[in-house]
């Protein structure tokens, strides 16, 4: 599998809002969302006869393999559904992918919801259905069996959608229903963020301040960064500004400081930060 793309893997896919509890109702507002992208949309069908629809998510972390492989090189996980599209109704999948020389894609239908992946193996003994790929990461190429049959049926699919990084925005609203979006990706010049959450805002000299957290959940690495910016009565972005606090990479906290209790100091970065 392409490295590029270990970066958009995350264990969690929801939209996520961020909230406030330092926050004070104050009239107007900044709201924090994460929409996440990390996903394959795919249509096709089985045997040349069956057209289905298939939605598969990428988890964040390895999800099996033998005891002796370093964690980057054990299987990712694969979680999703897909339905006969003449029926409608969702069928989960659950399984594992490999991504180096020894590529493959396993995905099952499990019997119930207790049904897991075999944490060394990374096959699954309760299943009804299972679709796999032996050679390669490939879902375009799978091929698919009920349990106890003896032949696979060729599953032809085309990718209709590939993963993509979060994207990640934030929202001012004025009590008059002005409102600004913002891209905190394109603003920040950075991708691969999983989550955003806001720490506390608040109204000084003229303008609307915002403290938030920024986190990545890294296959291999772990970052928190902290973020400012403060905006005008005009809608207009007069600061921003971003500061690492944290890279699991190092193992110990940047000196950054910031005052929950007045944003409008904004945050004062560490040198190797500036």
Same mark, same amino acid.
């Given at each position: ?57 990428? =988890? ?8 002796? &492989? ?30 180096? =020389? ?40 799978? &091929? ?34 002005? =409102? &600004? ?94």
């Amino acid at each position: 599998m392409p490295s590029a793309l270990l970066k958009y893997f995350f264990p969690v896919i929801i939209i996520l809002i961020g909230n406030c509890s330092h926050c004070q109702d104050l009239g107007f507002k900044f709201t924090a969302k994460t929409e996440k992208g990390n996903y394959y949309l795919l249509k096709g069908n089985i045997d040349g006869k069956y057209k289905i629809t298939m939605k598969l998510f990428l =988890s964040g972390g390895p999800r099996c393999g033998e005891e002796w &492989k370093a964690i980057q090189w054990k299987n990712g996980g694969l979680d999703g559904w897909y339905y006969y599209d003449k029926i409608g109704t969702k069928i989960k999948l659950t399984g594992s992918f490999g991504f180096d =020389s020894y590529g493959e894609v396993k995905l099952y239908v499990p019997m119930s919801s207790k049904d897991t992946i075999n944490a060394y193996t990374c096959e699954m003994e309760n299943y009804k259905e299972v679709f796999v790929n032996e050679d390669d990461f490939d879902f375009t190429k799978m &091929k698919w069996k009920m349990k106890g049959d003896k032949i696979f049926k060729d599953v032809n699919l085309d990718i209709l959608k590939k993963p993509s990084p979060n994207k990640i925005t934030v929202t001012f609203e004025l009590p008059n229903g002005k =409102s &600004k979006k913002l891209d905190i990706n394109k603003l920040s010049e950075l991708v691969g963020f999983d989550d955003i959450n806001i720490i506390s805002y608040g109204e000084a000299n003229n303008y609307y301040h915002l403290l938030f957290k920024l986190e990545n959940f890294g296959w291999r690495e772990y970052q928190k960064y902290i973020g400012y910016l403060n905006i005008n009565d005009n809608l207009e972005l007069k600061d921003f500004k971003i500061c690492l606090a944290y890279d699991s990479w190092n193992g110990e906290e940047e000196k950054i400081s910031f005052d929950i209790a007045h944003p409008e100091n904004g945050v004062r970065c560490t040198q190797k930060n500036k």
